[in-house]
């Protein structure tokens, strides 16, 4: 079973839309959960870190982190066309700093 | 916008081949890392290294080496490239002073084994 859970889409919505996108994970020591935003032919981007259970926000996408039931779930308001990667969610615990991936799910927004 | 470069960004070789795909960074970070990604796939750590003279190996078997020999600079060798080796390469770095683990990207060299 991988540690790290992401469902791999495609998923499609219209402009405008609420996008959810989640990762499941099994490793409870995991602490830092981020998401990443990769268009195609380029590497990974930052856009959101979280490090305690609960909601983080950032413009129009809200990071979320539910520790009891190892769940994240990334949402994006408003969606655009300029949204449209794959969207990898990724988390390490302090003392490894190595990132565990999830395998990405890719959205397309449709003008 | 992250400093980090990867070159080529395209590669189609032949079997057999010796192949060293280039990455450094501009901004001083002292972790650098090697990851493997192939489509729909989640991206494996293949080779890492916490500074200059220091490399391991990640979760990943690959037959790749790599050095650091300076701290901008980790380049990724494979001695004899096989169509197994196909696949997409990024590599990535991070500062490595803080818990806060920000790994900034480059933007991958695709390879192609014929």
């Known amino acids: 079973q991988k540690e790290v859970e992401q469902d791999p889409g495609p998923l499609s919505v219209p402009e405008g839309a609420i996008v959810s996108l989640n990762c499941t994970y099994s490793?409870?020591?995991?602490?830092?959960f981020m998401w990443y935003r990769q268009y195609s032919r380029k590497g990974p981007e930052l856009l959101m870190y979280?490090?305690?259970?609960g909601n983080k926000e950032d413009g129009r996408f809200t990071a979320q982190v539910d520790k009891s039931s190892k769940y994240i779930s990334l949402f994006i308001r408003d969606s655009q066309p300029s949204d449209s990667a794959t969207y990898l969610c990724?988390?390490?615990?302090?003392?490894?700093?190595?990132?565990?991936f999830g395998s990405g799910t890719q959205l397309t927004v449709l003008p | 916008e992250a400093d980090i470069y990867q070159t080529p960004r395209y590669l189609v070789i032949g079997t057999g081949k010796k192949i060293t795909l280039e990455c450094s960074q501009t901004?001083?970070?002292?972790?650098m890392y090697w990851y493997q990604q192939d489509p729909g796939m989640e991206l494996h750590l293949i080779h890492y290294?916490?500074?200059?003279?220091?490399?391991e190996k990640g979760d990943l078997s690959s037959e790749s080496t790599v050095s650091r020999i300076r701290t901008e600079h980790f380049p990724l060798t494979l001695e004899s490239a096989r169509p197994s080796h196909t696949s997409q390469y990024l590599c990535?770095?991070?500062?490595?002073?803080?818990?806060?683990?920000?790994?900034?990207f480059g933007p991958g060299t695709r390879l192609l084994v014929l």
């Open positions: 990535a770095s991070s500062e490595g002073r803080t818990i806060l683990e920000t790994q900034y």
């Open positions: 490793n409870s020591a995991f602490q830092y």
């Open positions: 979280t490090y305690s259970s």
């Open positions: 990724a988390m390490y615990f302090g003392s490894a700093r190595q990132l565990t």
């Open positions: 901004m001083g970070h002292d972790k």
């Open positions: 290294s916490y500074g200059v003279n220091s490399t």
